[in-house]
């Protein structure tokens, strides 16, 4: 079966959803980027660069591990990093100096401080941009659809930004 041949299989009717997810999901990234930029100089791209490493031991990853916990290429975490590290958020370490390629990035306490209050700004836009319009049904429905449809490695990467999250909001409140 060709590739135009599926595509004719689905209806208008079974894609007006998905056209509508990725329009929602599209203007809510970039809401939220707009409010974390004009609220303390955060990109959304870097808030979850600084939400992957936060909690993470030693608030450290190796590059590539942390470049498939955001979704972003290698070059374009390499360059966000670079301005983070710039900022003082953010220090590149070589892992083993055998293996220049082996890259961890470690989360200061400055890119902690800058996590708890660019995670304020987030958990506001959250709630004011998706929680306050979903009902506890169809919040879980949201859940469980999205969980759906990614592929099990994404599925862990997302738990872990939930707990980022959630421990951001703890920061912030002083319980951590």
Known sequence: MSASTRLAEVS??????VQ???HAARLLESELNRRLCDGVGVT???FQILAALACRPQRRLRMTD???AVGLSRSCLSHAVARME???WVRRDTRDAGDGRAVDTTLTDLGLDMFA??????ARGVRELVLDYLTGDQLQDLRAASAA?????DAAAVATTAR?????QRRAAGHC
């Not at 208008?12 to 959803?17: F, N, S, T, Y």
């Not at 209050?117 to 987030?122: C, D, H, P, R």
């Not at 449809?149 to 490695?153: A, I, K, S, T």
């Open 12 to 17: 208008a009717e079974q894609c007006l959803p």
């Open 20 to 22: 509508v997810f990725l």
């Open 44 to 46: 959304y791209a870097q």
């Open 66 to 68: 942390l470049a498939a």
């Open 86 to 88: 710039d900022a003082g």
């Open 117 to 122: 209050m660019a995670n304020s700004v987030y």
């Open 149 to 153: 449809l990614l592929p099990l490695p």
């Open 164 to 168: 980022h999250f959630d421990l951001g």
